[in-house]
């Protein structure tokens, strides 16, 4: 039997919870893991006085592998984000969002099975910004107007929006691979590449250079806005989306309402050096320490994770046990049942028990 080292950072609120439950759930199957605990987020700034401790990105670059539960992160507080510092330190560029229909969970459409591939370090969010009315942001908007046609007004405030040809070239590769390791037939490449010719048009001209060195699998591009509007109407005809940034920050929080929100969608972050998944969701505080949130979107991002490490016979034995519980609608937790009622639903623990008696 394989055994794999993986860092588990649980994090905080509702995150040690559905960690654990996630725990215990993959030791069931059958793949071997060796967990090395690892602290971020509230808890670490306690005891480590930082938010993100080089003790937890050497874990993760040595295992390669983290699983990660949600962060609180504490308003105007001027702390480093978690979850951005995790993926610059460790270069995670790809930000794997899968939206499938789950049976039983209520949703207002059917048979989703999409894959939204986001681009996770470039873009608008490179963190390239000037505020209005600052020496830094006249100095950028001088040097702008002395060389552009179109002037920028002096009191504007400037995010740099950054594509270069190898993060556009190595996320829509990731998408490609992602597509023939997990037998999808097309990836489509989204973008605003009319309206943004240099910037989303090199992003475009990339993917169809790579899609030509992937005539197996199908390639086609839609512009943002239409791409929005055809997964409200006809969401059948997609597959594997790839996209810069802000887009797919966007789309992918789309197609997670699509399948029923964010608690159910699970989720990954890819690197050259190491992969880290984590669900979609936040800390949810006001459930933190009752034993009543759903582990579903922590055990699916788990799945994935096997998935990611070739283990996929567990992956769908892990997403099959998800949805045969689900789609029953005994043991699931409160946010699962149409009355929304905690006394009556499955705990943590227990929705962890009925998914792991039907691996
Ligand atoms: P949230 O996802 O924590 O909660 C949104 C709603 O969904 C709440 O009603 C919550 O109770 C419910 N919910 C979420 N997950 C659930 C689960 N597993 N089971 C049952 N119900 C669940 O979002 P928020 O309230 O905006 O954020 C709370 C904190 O989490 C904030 O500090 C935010 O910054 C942080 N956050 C962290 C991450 C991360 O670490 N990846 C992601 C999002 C938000």
Request: proline share 5%.
């Given at each position: ?170 996320i829509v590769e990731y998408a490609f691979d992602y597509a023939r390791k997990n037998k999808r037939k097309k990836v489509t490449a989204v973008h605003k590449a009319n309206i943004m010719k240099f910037t989303d048009g090199l992003f475009l001209r990339i993917a169809q250079e790579v899609a030509a060195e992937h005539p197996d699998i199908e390639f086609e591009d839609r512009i943002v806005d239409n791409m929005c509007m055809q997964l409200m109407q006809k969401p059948d005809l997609y597959d594997v989306l790839v996209m810069p940034n802000l ?113």
């Open positions: 039997m394989a055994t794999y080292s993986v860092s588990l950072i649980p994090g905080d609120g509702i995150g040690p919870e559905v960690a654990e439950a996630t725990r215990r759930i993959l030791e069931a199957t059958a793949v071997g893991f060796e967990w090395e605990y690892c602290d971020a987020g509230l808890n670490a700034l306690e005891k480590h006085g930082d938010v993100l401790p080089e003790t937890t990105l050497e874990s993760v670059r040595r295992n390669g592998l983290g699983l990660k539960g949600p962060i609180t992160t504490p308003v105007g507080s001027g702390f480093r984000s978690v979850n951005v510092g995790l993926r610059q330190a460790l270069n995670l560029y790809a930000n794997l969002r899968p939206g499938k229909t789950i049976p039983g969970v209520q949703a207002a459409f059917e048979n989703i099975d999409l894959v939204i591939v986001r681009e996770n370090l470039e873009d608008t969010y490179a963190g390239v910004e000037f505020d209005t009315g600052t020496p830094e942001a006249a100095e950028v908007i001088g040097a702008i107007n002395a060389r552009s046609e179109k002037q920028i007004a002096a009191n504007a405030a400037i995010t740099i929006k950054m594509i270069t040809p190898e993060g556009s070239r190595r887009y797919g920050d966007i789309v992918s929080d789309l197609v997670a309402g699509m399948i029923g929100g964010l608690g159910v969608a699970p989720g990954g972050n890819i690197g050259t050096e190491a992969a880290v998944f984590e669900p979609i969701h936040g800390s949810a505080p006001t459930h933190a320490g009752k034993n009543e949130a759903n582990p579903m979107a922590m055990t699916l991002s788990g799945a994935l994770m096997l998935r990611h490490i070739g283990e996929i016979d567990a992956a769908e034995a892990v997403e099959g046990a998800v949805a045969a519980v689900v789609s029953e609608g005994k043991d699931v937790t409160y946010d699962l049942r149409p009355d929304r009622d905690p006394s009556k639903a499955a705990t943590t623990s227990s929705m962890a028990d009925a998914i792991i008696a039907r691996l």
